[in-house]
């Protein structure tokens, strides 16, 4: 009898455990697929038409390329919007994974890993409003015209060295453009996409370029703060804006957002 009760028992277990297999098979096909994947945290800041924060929708350029990169990654996605200044520190920190934009400075190299390729590129430009007949053949001949910029703002290393412009700070490029606009400063500096989407948002006619400083690409980068985890998302996703760029998907994102 008790052979017997064994052999039952070894087999209504086998038959429990069958059945629990099946009921946890079911519940993992009933959640979506996105609820199991690995999530990648990015900062960023509000940046059109790049990245456009309208209530609690995110959309624009490089918003779309890190989902697009994101997918073909396997992972989700995470967007934290902060001031640049801040944006820096979180990386810097390891208080996020990756952060979106940034141009490639040596000192920047301390503390997060750079994508080989980058995911864009910004025109940088000296502007004005239309038909304030301001023309520039170099940094050295605006030295006497105020400049707005943007603080906690890279516009290459001539322009950020250069200790002779009458450098004005704003907040962000809008209150930047509204200070244009009222001529508390003559001149602003900019990516051009950037300020010209601003204007047409405000209601603004584009402005006019006075001098083209640099063409700056913008990558990816990893905190290196996360240690090894850092250093494989930036393989990774070094990987996929390869595979991106040459099959043209970088290219469908980018024209339409970003106007001629």
């Given at each position: 009898m008790k052979c017997i009760y064994s052999a039952f028992d070894r087999a209504l277990k086998r038959k429990i455990y069958k059945h629990i297999l099946c009921v946890v098979a079911a519940i993992t096909l009933t959640f979506p697929l996105a609820a199991l994947a690995e999530t990648v945290t990015f900062v960023t800041t509000d940046f059109p038409p790049y990245v456009i924060h309208e209530g609690e929708h995110l959309s624009g350029f490089d918003v779309e390329i890190v989902q697009?990169?994101?997918?073909?990654?396997?992972?989700?996605?995470?967007?934290?919007?902060?001031?640049?200044?801040?944006?820096?520190?979180?990386?810097?920190?390891?208080?996020?994974d990756g952060i979106m934009m940034p141009v490639f400075r040596e000192e920047r190299t301390q503390y997060m890993y750079y994508t080989d390729q980058p995911i864009d590129h910004e025109r940088i430009s000296i502007m004005s409003l239309r038909g304030a007949n301001i023309s520039a053949k170099s940094l050295d001949s605006l030295k006497d015209l105020q400049i707005g910029v943007v603080y906690g703002y890279s516009y290459g290393k001539e322009f950020d060295e250069n200790s002779t412009l009458r450098k004005v700070v704003?907040?962000?490029?809008?209150?930047?453009?509204?200070?244009?606009?009222?001529g508390r400063y003559q001149l602003l500096v900019s990516d051009e996409y950037v300020i010209n989407y601003v204007a047409r948002q405000s209601g603004q006619e584009e402005l006019e370029t006075v001098l083209n400083l640099i063409d700056n690409p913008n990558f990816l980068c990893f905190s290196k703060a996360t240690g090894e985890r850092g250093q494989e998302l930036t393989r990774r996703f070094s990987q996929a804006i390869r595979d991106a760029q040459q099959d043209g998907t970088l290219d469908k994102i980018k024209k339409k957002y970003l106007l001629n």
């Open positions: 697009e990169l994101c997918r073909r990654v396997g992972v989700e996605p995470e967007f934290t919007l902060v001031p640049w200044k801040r944006a820096l520190e979180y990386v810097k920190s390891g208080t996020v704003s907040y962000d490029n809008s209150a930047m453009l509204k200070n244009l606009v009222k």
